[in-house]
């Protein structure tokens, strides 16, 4: 891989891992937590990884409502939907409720993907990490990239359902899944992974959408399973 964009850097644990797997590849990653993008900009001294704080969403240049845990730096979201019905607020029988507490709204500069791709070119790889916002970000994507992956989390699968429909529409049918699946559920078409969203860990095969049958991995009300879904 030449070029990747880490959409929801966070602390760059993913990027790190691609730099690991692919020495001389390029890395445009986005942060829209303040915080995390000045941290970044502190301890980044490798000259391929390129850190940019915006929001990105299915539209430019606007500002944006953004959330932050202020005692999880792994969690933070622009999705209110989220913040209302995910294992985070309503809890599961691994999480207990409100886990996850949120700070007052602060505003992002947004930017699309489409922008991204014409001020740095169209990446081997596009992975989108944003707590429940992934449907917004792919909806800033209005032509067919390469290869891209996104966090899942079943109690979304209706936000699900309409990423497939949209990455359908731009000439994506290839789909793969990879993730944490609770006891007893496993499933032949998703690939197991311990880690849950382990980064640049492929699922071992690829269907077409309606042979994936995702919907047989999915308990809308029981907020566990999820990891990394794929489509190329």
Not at 87 to 114: A, Q, V
Not at 119 to 138: A, F, M, Q, R, T
Request: overall charge negative; charged content about 25%; hydrophobic content about 35%.
């Amino acid at each position: 891989m030449n070029l990747i964009f880490d959409i929801g850097y966070n602390v760059g644990e993913f990027s790190q891992t691609c730099f690991i797997k692919h020495p001389n590849c390029k890395v445009i990653a986005v942060e829209a937590n303040p915080s995390l993008y000045e941290i970044s900009q502190k301890n980044n001294q490798n000259n391929n990884l390129l850190v940019l704080n915006y929001l990105v969403s299915n539209k430019d240049n606007e500002k944006l409502d953004f959330f932050v845990s202020p005692y999880a730096t792994g969690v933070s979201t622009a999705s209110l939907e989220f913040m209302e019905n995910s294992r985070f607020t309503k809890g599961s029988k691994n999480l207990p409720e409100k886990s996850i507490k949120w700070s007052e709204p602060i505003k992002i500069n947004t930017i699309t993907i489409d922008t991204l791709i014409e001020n740095h070119g169209s990446p081997d790889l596009i992975k989108i990490d944003v707590e429940g916002y992934e449907y917004n970000v792919l909806l800033g994507l209005t032509k067919k990239a390469k290869h891209i992956c996104f966090e899942w989390h079943e109690e979304e699968y209706e936000n699900l359902c309409k990423i497939l429909d949209h990455l359908e529409n731009l000439g994506y049918n290839e789909f793969g899944v990879i993730g944490w699946f609770d006891e007893g559920d496993i499933f032949e078409k998703a690939t197991f992974s311990d880690k849950g969203d382990p980064y640049l860990e492929y699922p071992k095969e690829f269907f077409n959408r309606k042979d994936l049958e995702i919907e047989k991995l999915i308990n809308s009300e029981r907020r566990i399973n999820y990891g990394m879904f794929f489509a190329k």
